[in-house]
């Protein structure tokens, strides 16, 4: 959606907090914790026509931040696999 362009319906009724002050918000309600003592801001966009969210982390920092502490997540292995 950040092209402007909603994914599931297709409207350009798409809208950005992505430049909204204090975006984390009381009790951190627009953040992700990254860890103890870490947390990253999120940017909403929103379809204003069917009520799509997609959310980003807003500061790029804390997505390297994450791939250091999170586990990746692994593709499921079908039965063909085993």
């Known amino acids: 959606m950040k092209n402007g362009a909603c994914p ?11 430049d909204i ?3 984390s918000g009381p009790f951190n309600c627009n ?3 990254v860890s103890m003592t870490s947390m ?7 379809c204003t ?6 959310r980003y982390v ?3 920092s804390k997505l390297k ?4 502490k999170w586990p990746r997540v692994e593709g499921e292995t079908s039965a063909s696999d085993e």
């Open 8 to 18: 599931k319906c297709g409207s350009t009724d798409v809208h950005s907090g992505a």
């Open 49 to 54: 026509r069917c009520g799509l969210v997609e």
């Open 65 to 68: 931040e994450i791939a250091r």
């Open 21 to 23: 002050l204090f975006k």
């Open 40 to 46: 990253a801001a999120i940017d909403n966009y929103v």
């Open 31 to 33: 953040t992700i914790p």
């Open 58 to 60: 807003a500061e790029p």
